[in-house]
């Protein structure tokens, strides 16, 4: 009985993972994905509105409007109906207005973990000391450091620091030992406003380790000197 009830519960996953509904879900999120979209959005929430209006109070242009608006219409999103010689543009149907305020929540919610990581590095700079790229540069050239990147595995497999060991924040806990005692631990994620090295810095100075946060995540390291292919630490 056990044995065909996880049989079972393996089917429902895979069929979830094949689900249509996905797919369907996958092409909204694409459409929302563009910041003109959502400011377009939100001002023809508060009612109709024709290109030429939604162009003024977005500040986009004329023609950038008329595109984004044709890929919410194609989207499902926007219904339009003609007045004269202008069109028109409305909310369709459904809980559009509730996903937009979703959003705007975990953005909020967002901003507000990046503010009171800010306001933990003023006031505890102990718990979460960053090091910038020029000391970086100089520690990693005389071995003093080993760099963890604390991103997905995809994500590091992209590109990533020379020499980083990848140890995704959630497994951190259950593989402390892949790293050495003997050196200060760099971690690093997707940048300024990441949260993961800090949460990877809790972690490792709870248990012991000398680490420290690089400041400016992966992307501070992209410059023409300091690259990902090569063990080039000339800083400038």
Same mark, same amino acid.
């Given at each position: 009985?056990?044995?065909?009830?996880?049989?079972?519960?393996?089917?429902?996953?895979?069929?979830?993972?094949?689900?249509?509904?996905?797919?369907?879900?996958?092409?909204?999120?694409?459409?929302?994905?563009?910041?003109?979209?959502?400011?377009?959005?939100?001002?023809?929430?508060?009612?109709?509105?024709?290109?030429?209006?939604?162009?003024?109070?977005?500040?986009?242009?004329?023609?950038?409007?008329?595109?984004? =608006?044709?890929?919410?219409? $194609?989207?499902? #999103? !926007?219904?339009?109906? @003609? &007045?004269?010689?202008? %069109? /028109?543009?409305?909310?369709?149907?459904?809980?559009?207005?509730?996903?937009?305020?979703?959003?705007?929540?975990?953005?909020?919610?967002?901003?507000?973990?990046?503010?009171?990581?800010?306001?933990?590095?003023?006031?505890?700079?102990?718990? =979460?000391?960053?090091?910038? $790229?020029?000391? #970086? !540069?100089?520690?990693? @050239? &005389?071995?003093?450091? %080993? /760099?963890?990147?604390?991103?997905?595995?995809?994500?590091?497999?992209?590109?990533?620091?020379?020499?980083?060991?990848?140890?995704?924040?959630?497994?951190?806990?259950?593989?402390?030992?892949?790293?050495?005692?003997?050196?200060?631990?760099?971690?690093?994620?997707?940048?300024?406003?990441?949260?993961?090295?800090?949460?990877?810095?809790?972690?490792?100075?709870?248990?012991?380790?000398?680490?420290?946060?690089?400041?400016?995540?992966?992307?501070?390291?992209?410059?023409?000197?300091?690259?990902?292919?090569?063990?080039?630490?000339?800083?400038?």
């Amino acid at each position: 009985m056990i044995d065909r009830l996880i049989i079972v519960s393996c089917d429902m996953k895979n069929a979830d993972v094949h689900h249509p509904i996905f797919d369907e879900i996958a092409d909204l999120a694409r459409t929302l994905g563009h910041a003109h979209r959502l400011v377009l959005l939100r001002h023809i929430a508060d009612g109709e509105l024709a290109v030429e209006q939604l162009t003024q109070l977005s500040g986009i242009a004329m023609a950038n409007t008329s595109q984004h =608006l044709q890929q919410l219409k $194609r989207a499902g #999103l !926007v219904q339009t109906r @003609r &007045d004269g010689k202008r %069109v /028109l543009y409305r909310l369709a149907d459904g809980p559009i207005e509730n996903v937009l305020g979703a959003l705007r929540s975990l953005a909020n919610h967002r901003r507000e973990q990046i503010r009171e990581l800010i306001d933990d590095t003023m006031s505890r700079p102990d718990r =979460l000391e960053s090091i910038s $790229r020029e000391e #970086l !540069v100089r520690r990693m @050239r &005389d071995d003093e450091v %080993v /760099l963890l990147d604390v991103r997905p595995q995809e994500e590091y497999a992209a590109g990533h620091l020379p020499g980083a060991i990848n140890i995704p924040v959630g497994e951190l806990e259950e593989r402390l030992a892949e790293l050495p005692r003997q050196k200060v631990i760099v971690a690093y994620c997707r940048g300024v406003q990441c949260v993961l090295s800090a949460d990877a810095l809790a972690i490792l100075r709870a248990r012991g380790w000398a680490s420290r946060r690089f400041e400016g995540g992966f992307p501070e390291w992209l410059t023409p000197s300091l690259d990902v292919d090569g063990m080039n630490y000339e800083s400038g």
